[in-house]
């Protein structure tokens, strides 16, 4: 994933807890390039995760301008997650292969 520190969050019942984790910079995101392979291979995969096995629920907030990622423990996930109609970046190689092709976003 890349550096990262615990830091305090705020829950939705209001209360502060050092329950996140802060990754500064994702080495996943940043070597991919894809939004898509952020979204749908790592956070709804890694939230699914931690809520099914693990019974603590998880919310993820990549930030695609800096390449950094909020891990929200204790946090669920909303059911209009804005994160999950991210356009594609202008970089992603995938995403412009299938454009020259079709014109669509390969991973919407």
Known sequence: ???CKVNTIELPNGESWESGVFVE????LEESKCVGVCIN????PTQTFFKDYMGVPLLMEP?????????KFGVAPPEDDGSVNEPCFETCSIASRRKLNSGECPMA
């Open 41 to 44: 291979t790592c956070k709804l």
């Open 1 to 3: 994933m890349g550096p």
């Open 63 to 71: 930030d695609f301008k800096d390449y950094s990622c909020q891990f």
């Open 25 to 28: 910079k994702c080495q996943y």
